[in-house]
């Protein structure tokens, strides 16, 4: 059993489903990282919605020159030298000039905004500050919702979802607490293709697979 709820918890579990595809988007990106950014001897690194644990196993914040930047509604902790942190909202990045970054990353923090509209403002915001760009999100039409680990919720009525999440423990064998449910559903608002292909209009678009199917799309300017 602590097999099978290390295997369905969160992606901040080592053990997890969730940890295994991020590490594996994480090699993804830093052979783009290095190619494009490598040689340069300053780096500047804005990270929107990350945390110190993300950077824990990359080559990144090592590298000479590198300064990461998390930004979050609240103040992060960092234990790495080359990792600060500052609050601030993803949709409104006014402290910050147009292309005061090499670099902007964010990863599974664009689908929690509630609204297109706030997606939109993101996206511009990222745009506008960033010189090249790095923007994950679940997919909206992999089988498998990537919050809750249930197959089809997103297609489910909230109010379902909701009596599922905090009634059974078929969401990662546990029984969510009703607030962070009600939280989640919301506020979460997955993309799909076409949509993220209009919020970043001059990226590539990565699409990582699971099982032969489309599991997150990466809308990024590196390589």
């Known amino acids: 059993m602590q097999y099978l709820y290390e295997l369905f918890s969160s992606s901040d579990n080592p053990n997890s489903l969730g940890a295994k595809f991020r590490a594996k988007r994480l090699a993804t990106f830093e052979k783009l990282f290095f190619e494009t950014l490598g040689n340069q001897t300053q780096i500047r690194i804005l990270d929107v919605g990350g945390t110190d644990y993300f950077w824990k196993n990359s080559l990144v914040p090592n590298h000479p020159g590198v300064t990461i930047t998390l930004l979050n509604l609240h103040l992060e902790e960092s234990s790495h030298p080359n990792i600060l942190a500052q609050q601030g909202d993803a949709t409104d990045l006014r402290n910050f000039e147009k292309d005061s970054f090499d670099l902007v990353f964010s990863n599974s923090v664009i689908e929690h905004l509630y609204t297109l509209e706030y997606q939109q403002k993101m996206a511009a915001e990222i745009q506008r500050v960033g010189k090249h760009y790095f923007i994950q999100t679940p997919y909206k039409?992999?089988?498998?919702?990537?919050?809750?680990?249930?197959?089809?919720?997103?297609?489910?009525?909230?109010?379902?979802?909701?009596?599922?999440?905090?009634?059974?423990?078929?969401?990662?064998?546990?029984?969510?607490?009703?607030?962070?449910?009600?939280?989640?559903?919301?506020?979460?608002?997955?993309?799909?293709?076409?949509?993220?292909?209009?919020?970043?209009?001059a990226a590539k678009i990565l699409e990582e697979k699971a099982w032969g199917l489309t599991k997150s799309l990466t809308a990024h300017t590196l390589g």
Do not use: C, N
Request: without cysteine.
């Open 141 to 201: 039409y992999f089988p498998i919702e990537a919050h809750y680990a249930l197959p089809f919720a997103q297609f489910l009525p909230k109010s379902l979802v909701y009596s599922i999440l905090t009634k059974t423990r078929l969401s990662r064998l546990k029984r969510w607490e009703p607030k962070a449910a009600q939280q989640y559903l919301d506020e979460i608002r997955l993309l799909d293709k076409i949509e993220m292909g209009e919020l970043f209009p």
